[in-house]
């Protein structure tokens, strides 16, 4: 069973930092992995698409880049923002559907 | 282009009342999928499809019922609200199943009194 975990489940930093959010999934037989962000009482807002073949994307100040051997999916936020709080939620495409992690929460403080 | 529109946004039921949630996607995705989102919980699977036809469990599929007569359509039915159906609920596409990205509507709140 694939399961997918966030670390760390809350961050909260000073605007203009680079910050990390990290996501692991304990099986590599991955079609894909997705990065959303999701505002408070909102929808969830894809960021970026990662395919299993690529190691990553970048889309503005956010890149993301994917490890599957170990497991491991980064999001790169650079020069935070107060505008880049909300949760972040990583999903990896696996059999016939996708599964989620829990989610980091992010508070960029001015 | 709409994407993925789900209605209604907010809905409250009596205990006991069925309803269908409804959502529809123009982009000819052949994946669509429910998810329920509760606080600490994160989101789970209720329901999903592969195309038109074809339907099959998730992780939370109890109390809920789908259909996919048309690629468009994928409405989620309540067959007897409980108070612990109270959720977000969100609807969800891909173009071909796990291999594409997913699009999410922007949500029902429903509550359950």
């Known amino acids: 069973k694939q399961e997918v975990t966030q670390i760390p489940a809350a961050l909260s930093v000073p605007e203009g930092e680079n910050l990390v959010l990290n996501c692991s999934f304990t099986?590599?037989?991955?079609?894909?992995l997705q990065w959303f962000r999701q505002d408070p009482g909102k929808g969830l807002t894809s960021l970026l698409l990662?395919?299993?073949?690529?190691r990553e994307q970048t889309s503005g100040r956010l890149n993301a880049s994917l490890d599957k051997s170990s497991g491991r999916s980064t999001l790169y936020i650079a020069a935070s923002q107060p505008g880049d709080s909300a949760t972040y939620l990583c999903?990896?495409?696996?059999?016939?559907?996708?599964?989620f992690g829990p989610g980091t929460r992010l508070s960029v403080l001015p | 282009n709409a994407g993925v529109t789900q209605t209604p946004k907010f809905q409250v039921l009596k205990t006991g009342q069925s309803m269908t949630l409804q959502c529809a996607q123009d982009?000819?995705?052949?994946?669509m999928s429910w998810y329920r989102q509760d606080p600490g919980m994160g989101l789970r699977l209720i329901h999903y499809?592969?195309?038109?036809?074809?339907?099959d469990q998730g992780e939370v599929p109890n109390g809920y019922n789908v259909s996919r007569s048309t690629t468009e359509d994928f409405p989620l039915r309540l067959l007897s609200a409980a108070p612990s159906q109270t959720s977000v609920y969100f609807c969800?596409?891909?173009?071909?199943?796990?291999?594409?990205?997913?699009?999410f509507g922007s949500g029902t709140q429903l509550s359950v009194l």
């Open positions: 969800a596409s891909s173009y071909s199943g796990t291999g594409g990205g997913l699009f």
């Open positions: 099986d590599s037989a991955i079609y894909n």
């Open positions: 990662i395919q299993s073949s690529q």
């Open positions: 999903a990896v495409g696996y059999g016939q559907n996708f599964v």
């Open positions: 982009m000819n995705h052949e994946y």
């Open positions: 499809s592969v195309g038109a036809g074809i339907t």
